[in-house]
């Protein structure tokens, strides 16, 4: 049972920071989508939902490409002494990467439901558009903003295609209950496959409840 | 003195405005369609003229041509909508707080004493009602100080027992604080009650204006 509890643990933990990490860009790129005039809204909402539709393992090679050590950004990170190629780094921004498309749809029609009004009261009122974000756009589309990074969560927990192509499925360190899925059943030992089905089932359950439930709370108050 | 001296055209809208306004109550009168609001969201920068000039006093808000745009948080103008946007995730207090200006002469006391506001600083939104909820936007309105009030239809959602209570406190933001006021009806009986002037605007046009009496024009 150790192993499938670190495995468990590794994913829940990682999949927690990749939200986290992806949290604020996230929000005001949904936010930028919903409010921005800007040229160019058309591309950039085409490549932050890109991840959703291409296949995951193509964005784990376009990944790999991009941080391997002689990749285009991997080679500066590895004149600084950071590796991110196989390892938990890496698990981290495949998460990440796929979560996103989630987070800014699901918090861009949040912030698109806002009354425009509200915001506009606020700015006539001195506030300035970040104070405006922070302190009526935000707390009114916060149910939302939360059901987005729920999704956000669930997404990375479940994340695989990405995760293999530049994370591998190292015990310990890479492997998430995704890929220690597919290994185990690839290596005959069904058994541990069949248990993290099972604990990737009831993580997947508890994520979509708690997303139908603050979808719920919300529909009540307004 | 509020120089309004603009074209503002949106498809086939086109809303033309050459007005000088002193203090006081100024009337925006005319069927809904008309351009009332969006007079109102051109003042306070929540809308883009083509061209022209927005001045209040000698502070210049908007000038085409010179390239002049102050964002809405920097305009200073006092803004109520029609639906009066009170912020509903928070108490009357935070909303009437929300915009207060450091070093005003107002004080919170001053404000929630002239409107009667103060008995339910501490209630929820959506525990008030029309009459009181207009009353807490204007509170929180001229809690930023504004140079100048708009308002839109301040009186459309109340009954008209509501209505004879509320006018008072616009007169005495007149009155006793000395706030212009540019205010968007389109009931006759109101602007004849409240306004010092009126303008009369008719398909994005002002048809005609009067001082104190409104007369039958444009209606």
């Known amino acids: 049972m150790g192993e499938l509890w670190t495995i468990t643990l590794l994913t829940v933990g990682m999949a927690a920071i990749a939200t986290l990490i992806m949290l604020p860009p996230g929000l005001l790129l949904a936010w ?3 409010r921005g005039r800007f040229r160019g809204r058309v591309l950039l909402e085409t490549l932050v939902s890109l991840p959703l539709v291409m296949p995951p393992v193509a964005t784990g090679l376009i990944l790999l490409m991009l941080l391997a050590p002689r990749g285009v950004l991997g080679g500066v990170l590895a ?8 390892t938990w780094k890496a698990v981290v921004i495949a998460m990440a990467v796929m979560g996103l498309p989630l987070l800014v749809r ?3 029609a949040g912030f698109e439901q806002v009354d425009r009004r509200y915001e506009q009261v606020a700015s006539t009122l001195g506030a300035n558009p970040l104070r405006v974000f922070l302190t009526v756009t935000l707390p009114l589309a916060l149910p939302s903003v939360m059901a987005a990074a729920v999704l956000c969560f669930a997404r990375a927990i479940g994340e695989f295609g990405a995760t293999m192509m530049i994370a591998g499925s190292i015990p310990g360190s890479t492997r998430t209950l995704a890929v220690a899925i597919y290994s185990f059943a690839e290596t005959g030992r069904d058994t541990q496959a069949a248990q993290l089905v099972l604990v990737s089932a009831a993580i997947a359950f508890a994520a979509l409840a708690l997303s139908n439930w603050i979808a719920a709370r919300s529909g009540l108050r307004t | 003195m509020i120089h309004l001296d603009f074209i503002l055209r949106q498809g086939p809208f086109l809303l033309e405005l050459h007005e000088q306004l002193a203090g006081g109550i100024t009337a925006l009168f005319g069927p809904s369609g008309a351009g009332k609001t969006t007079t109102l969201d051109a003042i306070a920068g929540l809308r883009r003229p083509s061209s022209g000039r927005i001045a209040v006093d000698e ?4 000038d085409a041509e010179r390239g002049i745009d102050l964002p809405a948080h920097t305009r200073h103008i006092g803004y109520v909508p ?20 450091p070093g005003q002469r107002l004080s919170l006391e001053a404000v929630t004493t002239m409107l009667e506001v103060g008995e339910f600083l501490d209630r929820r939104v959506p525990d008030l009602s029309g009459g009181e909820r207009q009353r807490v936007a204007l509170a929180r309105a001229l809690m930023s100080a504004p140079d100048v009030l708009l308002l839109d239809e301040p009186l459309a959602a109340v ?18 604080l000395g706030v212009p006021v540019i205010y968007v009806s389109h009931d006759r009986g109101e602007v004849d009650q409240l306004a010092d002037r009126v303008i ?3 398909a994005g046009r002002a048809a005609g204006e009067a001082e104190e009496e409104a007369g039958e024009k444009g209606a």
């Not at chain 2, 029609?82 to 200006?101: A, I, K, S």
């Not at chain 2, 209505?163 to 006793?176: E, F, K, M, N, Q």
Request: aromatic share 8%; charged share 30%; glycine share 6%.
């Open chain 1, 106 to 108: 699901t918090a861009r």
């Open chain 1, 79 to 86: 004149n600084l002494g950071i590796e991110i190629v196989f």
């Open chain 2, 59 to 62: 502070r210049v808000l908007f």
């Open chain 2, 159 to 176: 009954d008209v027992e509501r209505r004879r209570r509320i006018l008072p406190y616009l007169l005495r933001v007149r009155d006793d």
């Open chain 2, 82 to 101: 029609q639906e009066p946007g009170l912020f509903p995730h928070m108490n009357v207090r935070r909303n009437v707080l929300y915009g207060r200006r």
């Open chain 2, 200 to 202: 009369v605007l008719d």
């Open chain 1, 32 to 34: 930028a989508l919903a």
